[in-house]
């Protein structure tokens, strides 16, 4: 089994900053990509950003510019810096990881239980 615990998330005034992290643990032989989605109220799922092994990344273009995505592959651990935050930005953050497992030679995906991220003044 694979786990995925994300951290970081909280209330926050516009133009502040978050950063969340999310570490990976469990039966696993090595992580692919990993990456934030996030979900607003009434809203569907979206990304926000993927990192692969090597570092290439990939972001949303509503937060190009300001959230910078960044990995530890030692530590199987994913980070989200949030800067310039926006009451639009407000949502449940989602880590997501695929990862092949102990003794599987099958990529899975897997997904934390979420961080709620809110703007407001």
């Known amino acids: 089994q694979v786990q995925l615990v994300e951290s970081g998330g909280g209330l926050v005034q516009p133009g502040g900053s978050l950063r969340l992290s999310c570490a990976a643990s469990?039966?696993?032989?090595?992580?692919?990509?990993m990456g934030w989605y996030r979900q607003a109220p009434g809203k569907q799922r979206e990304l926000v950003a993927t990192?692969?092994?090597?570092?290439?990344?990939n972001y949303a273009v509503s937060v190009k510019g300001r959230f910078t995505i960044s990995r530890d592959n030692a530590k199987n651990t994913v980070y989200l810096q949030m800067n310039s935050l926006k009451p639009e930005d407000t949502a449940v953050y989602y880590c997501?990881?695929?990862?092949?497992?102990?003794?599987?030679?099958?990529?899975?995906?897997?997904w934390g239980h979420g961080a709620q991220v809110t703007v407001s003044s």
């Open positions: 997501n990881a695929q990862v092949y497992s102990l003794g599987a030679p099958v990529l899975s995906d897997y």
């Open positions: 469990g039966t696993i032989f090595r992580v692919a990509t």
């Open positions: 990192i692969t092994t090597g570092g290439s990344t």
